[in-house]
């Protein structure tokens, strides 16, 4: 459904990334979906370059672990 240029024109015509994205259009659609679905922006995890693409600031997901007393910490 959101696969090839069809799909990566789809996702920047609802403005969730920008015109300028360089995601493989093999994959944009689809990739770009699933974050958007996941509550997550597209750019968050790109390693494309922002100052070609002008995508959001990179941002890596966070990581939950427990201590010894059983209290989940998000870093």
Known sequence: ???????????IQQGYVPATCTLPVE????LIWSEI????????????DRSVCKGQEKR???K?????????HVF
């Open 1 to 11: 459904m959101f696969e090839g240029p069809i799909g990566k024109q789809m996702m």
């Open 27 to 30: 994959i944009a659609g689809p």
């Open 37 to 48: 679905n996941a509550g997550r922006s597209p750019c968050w995890e790109c390693n494309g």
């Open 60 to 62: 890596p997901r966070h």
């Open 64 to 72: 939950t672990t427990v201590s010894d007393k059983g209290t989940a």
